[in-house]
């Protein structure tokens, strides 16, 4: 069995993603700056997974820290939090999981006490987010019917979170709730998350899974093959407005025009309500190589002008409803998200 990230005492191990399919190799981090390093450069990825990372570099660098007084020892780690904060800009998980981490060390009187704190709460993020996967699978299972055929797109799944997955838990859930489910997993360009990794998972599972190119979306709703589409998010503003691997927005409306919901599976912390709506997310942009080349093979003229923004968003009035593990928001459109501030 493999799993995304673990606790391992003196170091952060984490699933290689970026050798998936054809390998599968764990990395064994003992320094924080490898792990930052890690998020960067694709190793974990995936919103919540990315938060956990941070959550875990951070308690790394609280147990190997040597600074003995407690404010010199708070210094270093705020410095840690900020070269976390800047790792990856558009999944709000991430910084919503450097605040847990902050909190802690703003309000520490002790070194050792801190660290153990630090080491304990980088677990509970963990923990309590395959949870929350569950009971979002478990709100979500209902909008899928049995012998239903389900798009997704990049990878929210085990991969992306904690384990078990956001948009692929939903899957999972109806699957182990009986159900005969198709999935019609979208490759994914650039990054080929949904090739690389979502087909990887479902067939691991063995979950009846069809790998398609972005592309071929359309023909395939256009066909009547598609009853629903699901994904997961990085951000989710205020007004419902979502931003989710690039490609994501044009899967939105290709299921509108097709007259097909469009499901966005989500933790609560990925909801943001301090951004009012989608124009307001930072959208990352990424090295242009990942469009000039397929797994080191060129693919593109060498000088050729590229763009690689790494997310888009999709208008709240695209998605039909957004599930997480407190309920669902059906028709975002018309309330936004507000109606679970309370419980964040
Ligand atoms: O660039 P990535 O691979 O980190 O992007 C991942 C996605 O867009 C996922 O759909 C999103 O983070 C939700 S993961 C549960």
């Known amino acids: 069995m493999y799993y995304t990230i673990q606790w391992d005492e003196t170091a952060v191990s984490m699933l290689d993603q970026r050798m998936l399919p054809v390998q599968e190799v764990y990395r064994h981090y003992t320094n924080y700056h490898d792990v930052a390093d890690a998020i960067r450069s694709m190793v974990v990825r995936g919103a919540p997974a990315i938060g956990i990372a941070a959550a875990m570099g951070i308690a790394l660098a609280a147990v190997k820290s040597k600074t003995g007084a407690i404010n010199d020892f708070k210094s270093e780690m705020l410095r840690v939090c900020q070269l976390f904060a800047s790792t990856r800009p558009t999944a709000v998980n991430l910084f919503w999981a450097i605040n847990r981490m902050k909190n802690i060390i703003e309000r520490a009187e002790d070194v050792e006490k801190c660290k153990n704190e630090l080491v304990s709460e980088a677990k509970k993020i963990h923990q309590e987010d395959i949870e929350i996967n569950k009971k979002i699978g478990e709100y979500g299972h209902k909008y899928i019917e049995d012998g239903f055929t389900v798009m997704t797109y990049c990878n929210a799944g085990a991969l992306a979170t904690g384990g078990y997955g956001t948009a692929l838990g939903v899957i999972r859930s109806a699957v182990e709730?009986?159900?005969?489910?198709?999935?019609?997993a979208c490759e994914t360009r650039p990054y080929l998350q949904g090739a690389r990794i979502t087909a990887w998972e479902l067939f691991k599972d063995g979950i009846d899974t069809t790998l398609i190119c972005d592309n071929m979306a359309g023909h395939f709703m256009k066909k009547g093959e598609i009853h629903c589409v699901i994904v997961g998010a990085d951000r989710i503003a205020a007004?419902?407005?979502?931003?989710?691997?690039?490609?994501?927005?044009?899967?939105?409306?290709?299921?509108?025009?097709?007259?097909?919901?469009?499901?966005?599976?989500?933790?609560?912390s990925t909801l943001d309500p301090d951004t009012p709506d989608g124009n307001s997310i930072v959208i990352e942009e990424r090295n242009i190589?990942?469009?000039?080349?397929?797994q080191g093979v060129q693919i593109a003229p060498e000088g050729i002008f590229i763009k690689n923004p790494a997310f888009d968003v999709t208008p709240a009035e695209n998605i039909t409803?957004?599930?997480?593990?407190?309920?669902?928001?059906?028709?975002?459109?018309?309330?936004?998200?507000?109606?679970?501030?309370g419980v964040r």
């Open 177 to 184: 709730h009986g159900k005969q489910i198709k999935v019609y």
């Open 239 to 268: 007004n419902g407005d979502t931003a989710n691997k690039i490609g994501t927005y044009t899967m939105s409306i290709l299921a509108k025009v097709h007259s097909i919901p469009f499901y966005v599976a989500a933790p609560l």
């Open 289 to 294: 190589d990942e469009v000039a080349y397929i």
């Open 321 to 341: 409803a957004i599930i997480t593990e407190h309920g669902v928001i059906e028709n975002p459109a018309a309330t936004g998200i507000a109606s679970l501030f």
